[in-house]
Nanobody
Framework: QVRLVESGGGSVQSGGSLRLSCTASGVTGTSDCMAWFRQVPGKAREGVASIDFDGSTTYEDPVKGRFTISQDTAENTVYLQMNSLKPEDTAMYYC?????????????????WGQGTQVTVSS
């Protein structure tokens, strides 16, 4: 049974920083892709960043240069360091994982999802 647990969300002023964590249990760790998505009520879920088992990363344009995804494979934990936060980054952030081929940000590829952690950025 794969379980993903997010933490680290909260409220911050524009320009501030937050670090999200996602700890996974039950994943193999050898061929897993892990990613962060976000969703605002009434809008579709959108990709933020992904990291493959070999450390290669992908970012969506709105967060490039501001967010950094990283992983600690020994701890089965993925992090999302978010700097220079903007009000438009306000959303519920979800951790996701899959063991299939590739590691892009198509949410349909991801089989496992966490419960989400709220990030609120005030102007």
């Amino acid at each position: 049974q794969v379980r993903l647990v997010e933490s680290g969300g909260g409220s911050v002023q524009s320009g501030g920083s937050l670090r999200l964590s996602c700890t996974a249990s039950g994943v193999t760790g050898t061929s897993d892709c892990m990613a962060w998505f976000r969703q605002v009520p009434g809008k579709a879920r959108e990709g933020v960043a992904s990291i493959d088992f070999d450390g290669s990363t992908t970012y969506e344009d709105p967060v490039k240069g501001r967010f950094t995804i990283s992983q600690d494979t020994a701890e089965n934990t993925v992090y999302l360091q978010m700097n220079s936060l903007k009000p438009e980054d306000t959303a519920m952030y979800y951790c996701a994982a899959h063991s299939g081929w590739g590691c892009d940000l198509d949410s349909d590829d991801y089989k496992y999802w966490g419960q989400g952690t709220q990030v609120t950025v005030s102007s």
